[in-house]
């Protein structure tokens, strides 16, 4: 027993002291993803063979691939494996993931299989851990032996009806799988392909018993097959152990593959196609993690559609395991009306910050026909595809501003705007582009937020104008521009004690709108834009103009101008003054006048009084003074 000890501790020594190497088992190698090349045009995804070498007494052993522990790092997070890739100006069909692709690699989190996929080799997802579900397209043909075993986080599996074989043990310990569907092509399982999974439910729509050698869980699990074929399924070597056997018809329900972009809520139609009058069902749904049901009033938001009968009623709860059942009836045994079409609605609220594909399931689902019989249908799995774009970022640039309203009002006159996001666009997700999105996209402008550097303009110091206390000042925004324009957006940050009002656009800017959003603490945003693309006149002056107390710094940030082509501009040639005084504290008046003044706005004094508003400053023999504003 010691020397025993004493080789295992050596073999260990030995293994940690080695370190492993790398040789090159790859074609190419592109955006992320290792290939090889076969059959001319067509390529398969690949890995590194990795090799470790230890030695134990005189004996020199090697470990490759899936057995070399530092495999496991190579692919990471999710990965997306295209139709076809384009290497060296060729262009190749990927039709196979190899044996141990992706074996090990503990990472990964997610895999997106293209339609173009024939085959899954021996190993290619061994021991991915982290995979939480797997879609098959309908391409693929054969899942190699061990191909997904040890794939821990697997809840349930559909495997695609091309799929004819399935290896030994290609699910073995996937220690949470508890629902697989079996597609109607399978004809041959082999041996211990679901050892270890904890199966409650298994579907198995081929007509014709596939050859098994065995399952786990027979005396506990459901086993649903197609309804004329339960006596033969009862009878079959390997498939007669199942005590609980149910079968199904062509009654049944699906779910459409659904688009959503981060943070928006949706509504997912759950249709049925039924040759049966169905008078009810139950069902229960399962939305992927993070997905929130959107509640009204304290219910959740989940109706019939315009298939029901006069008196069905729809009732909904959580299911002890995270699972909303959902039950509809009629009390009087009507039937929905017609044989398919949506049923009924889930109003679904998806979580900020995700993206990509995410599964939805329907379990469980038995109906009720008018003459009592209880049919069954198969689990249904859709999903959700979340882009990650931001609500009323049309152009994708990152954050929403007024170059997204220029755009989108663009996309309206047939101006095809490019880049243009059409569901970011979509504001109340009508699936129409329309002035009323215009107008919502314009407010998310006025609340967004930006993370940007401040350029800071310093204000003149007007205090000693005209020997008084000034109080208010005529605020002036010039700039000098090169292309004309149609749309800007502005931020004004105003210093403490510091107020502001009657913003105007002056006539260089005739045709525009202007909306003022005070948004508290000094900060004022400031957008212009034409509903019908009309442009900025000029190329130089006065832009805005604003009433301002006092004459300290004011800053200005995240100045944006939008042309006629959708281009965003962020100039730097542009001014900020105070220029004019429009009223002065007034001072002591007395009955002795020495002398009277006469100023314009800009404060500069003027021999007799001009058109508009003039300043009249009158100098008492005390030396006090009092001004009065006059407007001719």
């Not at 939805?360 to 109906?367: A, K, V, Y």
């Not at 998310?444 to 020997?467: K, Q, T």
């Not at 442009?535 to 006092?550: E, K, V, Y």
């Not at 005390?622 to 001004?627: A, K, S």
Request: with cysteine; glycine share 8%.
């Amino acid at each position: 027993m010691k020397t025993l000890n004493i080789i295992l501790r050596t073999l260990l020594l030995t293994l940690i002291l080695v370190n492993p190497t790398t040789m090159q088992a790859y074609n190419m190698y592109v955006n992320g993803v290792y290939y090889n090349i076969y059959n001319g045009n067509e390529a398969a995804v690949t890995y590194i063979s990795y090799s470790t070498t230890y030695v134990v007494g005189n004996t020199q052993y090697s470990l490759y691939g899936v057995s070399c522990y530092n495999y496991h790092s190579k692919y990471k997070n999710t990965v997306t494996i295209p139709e076809t890739v384009t290497y060296d100006g060729t262009t190749y069909t990927v039709t196979a993931i190899e044996n141990y692709a992706f074996a090990n690699c503990g990472a990964l989190t997610g895999v997106s299989i293209p339609n173009s996929v024939t085959t899954i080799g021996n190993y290619a997802f061994y021991n991915c851990s982290d995979i939480t579900e797997i879609s098959f397209p309908n391409s693929v043909t054969s899942i190699g032996g061990y191909a997904f075993a040890g794939c821990s986080s697997f809840s349930h599996i559909t495997i695609s009806n091309m799929v004819t074989t399935i290896g030994d043990n290609a699910f073995s310990n996937c220690s949470s799988l508890a629902s697989i569907v079996i597609g109607n092509s399978v004809t041959s399982i082999g041996s211990s392909v679901f050892g270890g999974c904890p199966l409650s439910s298994i579907t198995c729509l081929a007509t014709i018993p596939p050859s098994i050698s065995g399952f786990p869980n027979t005396n506990t699990a459901k086993l649903y097959v197609p309804r004329e074929s339960i006596e033969l399924y009862r009878t079959t070597s390997g498939w007669n152990y199942f005590k609980n056997v149910y079968g199904f018809g062509n009654d049944s329900f699906s779910v459409s593959d659904n688009s959503s972009f981060h943070g928006d809520t949706i509504v997912i139609p759950v249709s049925m196609q039924n040759e049966s009058d169905i008078t009810a069902f139950q069902t229960d749904v399962y939305l992927p993690d993070g997905f929130e049901l959107v509640k009204k009033n304290n219910e959740y938001l989940v109706s019939l559609s315009d298939r029901k009968g006069r008196d069905h009623v729809i009732m909904v709860n959580d299911a002890p395991d995270g699972a909303l059942r959902v039950l509809s009836y009629s009390p009087t045994l009507k039937a929905f009306k017609n044989n398919e079409g949506d049923l009924f609605y889930i109003t679904v609220k998806v979580p900020e910050g995700v993206c990509g594909n995410f599964p939805i399931w329907l379990r469980n689902t038995i109906l009720t026909s008018t003459n009592e019989e209880e049919l069954y249908a198969i689990d249904v799995l859709s999903n959700v595809s979340v882009t990650n774009i931001i609500k009323g970022d049309v152009n994708n640039s990152g954050d929403v501003t007024v170059t997204d309203v220029v755009e989108t009002a663009r996309y309206i006159l047939y101006l095809n705007p490019e880049p243009f996001v059409f569901e970011a666009a979509d504001m109340n997700g009508d699936g129409k582009i329309t002035i009323t999105d215009v107008m919502k996209i314009a407010n998310l402008v006025l609340d967004a937020e930006y993370d940007e550097e401040a350029p800071r303009l310093n204000a003149p110091d007007c205090s000693e104008r005209m020997g008084g206390e000034v109080n208010h000042q005529t605020v002036s925004i010039a700039l000098e521009n090169s292309q004309e324009f149609t749309a800007f957006q502005l931020d004004l940050n105003l210093p403490e004690g510091m107020t502001s009002s009657d913003f105007a656009l002056t006539e260089r800017a005739n045709g525009l709108d202007l909306i003022v959003k005070d948004k508290g603490n000094g900060k004022i945003r400031l957008m212009g834009y034409s509903p019908n693309l009309k442009t900025i006149q000029g190329q130089t002056g006065n832009l805005l103009t604003f009433q301002a107390t006092g004459c300290n710094d004011i800053v200005v940030n995240h100045i944006e101008l939008v042309t006629l082509a959708g281009e965003t501009i962020h100039p730097t040639a542009f001014t900020i003054k105070m220029d004019q005084s429009t009223a002065v504290k007034n001072l002591t008046e007395t009955e002795t006048v020495d002398h009277i003044d006469y100023f314009n706005l800009a404060g500069q004094r003027i021999d007799r009084p001009e058109s508009g508003v003039t300043l009249v400053v009158t100098t008492h023999h005390d030396g006090t003074r009092t001004t009065a504003k006059v407007i001719h």
